[in-house]
């Protein structure tokens, strides 16, 4: 399994940037995709996903200024990041959790995208 995350860089605050993520590489049922943020000297932690039923979870800090959409034809995700600010700064890695046959679960990483904000 891939995955391809692009669309990170440096912006402005108050500015925006969209991020993309493509899976590739299995047939089997995904289960949920999400985006991930690392900030240096902090632990990964979830910025939004979408989990079984489609629903859409947030981290506390992004609420009302990204928005998660898919593509499931495409087996992929974005995020528009609108009035991002200093604190958004990190490595973005998206993620696909995927459910097999046997009932067995993997999640899978991508590479991560930095997004720098500037103040």
């Known amino acids: 399994v891939q995955l391809q995350a692009s669309g990170g860089g440096l912006v402005q605050a108050g500015g925006s940037l969209r991020l993309s993520c493509e899976v590739s590489?299995?047939?089997?049922?995904?289960?949920?995709m999400g985006w991930y943020r690392q900030a240096p000297g902090n632990q990964r932690g979830l910025v939004a996903s979408f989990v079984s039923g489609g629903v859409r979870k947030y981290g506390d800090s992004v609420k009302g200024r990204f928005t998660i959409s898919r593509d499931n034809a495409k087996n992929a995700i974005y995020l528009q990041m609108r009035n991002l600010n200093p604190e958004d700064t990190g490595l973005y890695y998206c993620?696909?959790?995927?459910?097999?046959?046997?009932?067995?679960?993997?999640?899978?990483w991508g590479q991560g995208t930095l997004v720098t904000v500037s103040s």
């Open positions: 590489g299995s047939s089997f049922t995904i289960t949920g």
């Open positions: 993620r696909a959790d995927y459910i097999y046959p046997d009932r067995s679960t993997m999640n899978y």
